[in-house]
């Protein structure tokens, strides 16, 4: 068995200059007490001290505030003893000034300690809905190799708009990657329907046709119950802050013209190429050989929650997956991704140049890759699944 770490070596290494920011503000206060007391009786430095506290906020918590702010009350007393004395008019005003300002700044640290750590739950219920909704894809599925990376749009979210999901049948594995129109933890509703839908479907139907009309029967049903829902809402009695109570205005109820693009794929465990249904998502590249290839469908399908708009079935594209190959599988909000100069991000070119990295590398490489181009943030939720046929 492994050895297990002792309880003293998981905790957080410190920061190398945080030792030099908490001597920072003893060296200040030290040194204005002294240049004080040397000073010209004229002139008084004292109301300098508050500098002290104000910086050990910026970097420590409450605790290490207030004490700060106490030593510079302190520093300012020692100084009226040494100087004029405690009682005259000046040296009064200074201390109340110090211990006003002082008071501000540490119930202004101790709002800000709150802030953090209700962000710190926030984040942790974010990447416990991550885990929940986006089950991490195994790195081993039959004769294929996958690998995955999502980026969400929103700052303090994990997960969004954009899903993926694999699930094994008697014949091999078929996939899902999907985005939900819009973006952030607004569409995570319709991206936790669909997945469930797949996860609960994928194995029980043997064409893939049936599989993606299941599918869309699904996002169609759910909405029909939104809209269901809010036309109740609209038809209800007034009430404050607006027909159902909560503020919201239900006349910007748009619960009727979302959808899902998505592409489902089933790749064969004991055959040499994969069957894709497109519906309105980006083509996935195909790297063989050294080339990029976008597998664009003859016939694409209408996005899942519009298939009364399909005039015909569902219609399956077959492409060639041998050994070696590399499926390229992402969302709209990598190819859309802009960066300073409002120029697209080039993800064919890119991942030509990575073509033999493994496929955990070559995300890491888009990754990285992908965010220096917008600059850190991205505007839109973003998913890449890479899928290697191993045999």
Not at 57 to 68: E, P
Not at 224 to 249: F, I, K, V, Y
């Amino acid at each position: 068995m492994p050895h297990r770490q002792r309880p003293r070596d998981r905790r957080r290494p410190r920061r190398p200059g945080r030792h030099a920011l908490t001597v920072l503000p003893l060296a200040l206060i030290a040194a204005i007490t002294v240049v004080d007391v040397l000073a010209p009786p004229d002139i008084h430095l004292g109301p300098l001290l508050i500098v002290a506290p104000a910086i050990t906020a910026s970097f420590a918590g409450a605790r290490a505030t207030t004490a700060v702010a106490l030593l510079s009350l302190a520093a300012l007393t020692v100084i009226g003893l040494l100087r004029d004395g405690l009682t005259t008019a000046n040296h009064e005003t200074q201390l109340g000034a110090l211990l006003a300002v002082s008071a501000l700044i540490v119930v202004l640290r101790v709002l800000r300690d709150r802030h953090e750590r209700e962000l710190a739950q926030v984040r942790s219920v974010s990447e416990a809905a991550q885990r929940v909704l986006l089950r991490p894809l195994p790195d081993r599925i039959g004769p294929l190799h996958l690998a995955s990376v999502y980026l969400a749009a929103e700052a303090e979210a994990q997960v969004g708009g954009d899903l993926y999901a694999a699930a094994r049948t008697a014949t091999g594995t078929r996939l899902l990657v999907g985005d939900v129109r819009g973006k952030g933890l607004s569409s995570l509703g319709d991206a936790a329907l669909l997945l469930g839908a797949f996860r609960a479907a994928a194995h029980l139907h043997a064409d893939l046709p049936e599989l993606a009309g299941y599918l869309d029967g699904s996002v169609c049903w759910d909405l029909a119950q939104l809209a269901e829902q809010s036309r109740l809402r609209r038809a209800g009695p007034p009430a404050l802050g607006g027909a159902d109570g909560t503020g919201a205005d239900p006349g910007a109820d748009d619960s009727g013209e979302s959808f899902i693009t998505a592409v489902i794929l089933d790749i064969p465990d004991d055959g040499r190429t994969l069957r894709l249904i497109d519906c309105g998502h980006p083509p996935p590249l195909l790297l063989h050989a050294g080339t990029t290839t976008a597998l664009n469908a003859r016939r694409p399908a209408p996005p899942l929650g519009l298939g009364e708009l399909a005039p015909t079935a569902y219609e399956v594209e077959v492409f060639p997956f041998l050994p070696g190959d590399r499926l390229l599988i992402y969302t709209d909000g990598v190819i859309e991704a802009r960066d300073s100069e409002r120029r697209f991000y080039p993800l064919a070119e890119r991942v030509a140049a990575w073509h033999t990295e493994s496929p955990a590398a070559l995300l890491q490489h888009l990754r990285h890759d992908l965010l220096a181009h917008v600059g850190g943030r991205l505007d839109d939720d973003a998913a890449i699944v890479v899928v290697e046929r191993l045999t």
